[in-house]
């Protein structure tokens, strides 16, 4: 099993290679705007995976999958002569869903700020269900003077009633 760091200086180093094969050993124009954008490769350096993204249309991937898948042992090659270790890795292209999952992520987003709006502008629209302070007060001397005299006039009005 190789060090770590060595199977991540492959990796980045495929990666340029895969890169500039694309430029030099793929001469079919249909391969469009393939951009490289990770590289992994095992821990025993005989198998990279090469994640990719298209930018285009679906039919634009599906066409770029094609061509990658033709020119795989090509690229391979190239990989090989430009690594100069004594086993070159097998190549495998995989469509990175990144995009898609950063435009999914931003409509999430979107999402979240509209609703995080409505429940702004409700809020402001709202009232309190009951006091706006809800909470008893600790009882001060002018609030029992209060209650003392309002107590003394109930009775007042109930003693004359009689």
Do not use: N, W
């Not at 200086?9 to 469009?32: F, N, P, W, Y």
């Amino acid at each position: 099993m190789a060090d770590p760091a060595r199977a991540r200086r492959i990796a980045e180093r495929i990666k340029q290679l895969v890169t500039q094969g694309l430029s030099q050993v793929v001469k079919d124009e249909r391969v469009g705007f393939v951009t490289i954008t990770d590289v992994r490769v095992t821990g025993d350096l005989q198998h990279a995976s090469v994640f990719y993204t298209v930018l285009g249309t679906d039919e634009d991937r599906t066409t770029a999958a094609e061509i990658l898948e033709e020119y795989r042992g090509r690229l391979r090659s190239f990989v090989g002569k430009g690594l100069g270790i004594r086993l070159t890795p097998s190549l495998e292209f995989i469509l990175d869903a990144l995009p898609e999952d950063a435009q999914h992520l931003d409509d999430l987003l979107r999402e979240v700020a509209r609703r995080d709006a409505e429940l702004a502008a409700a809020r402001t629209a709202a009232g309190y269900a009951g006091e706006a302070d809800p909470y008893k007060k600790p009882r001060t001397d002018d609030d029992e003077d209060e209650t003392d005299a309002d107590a003394d006039e109930m009775d007042d009005a109930s003693t004359d009633g009689r």
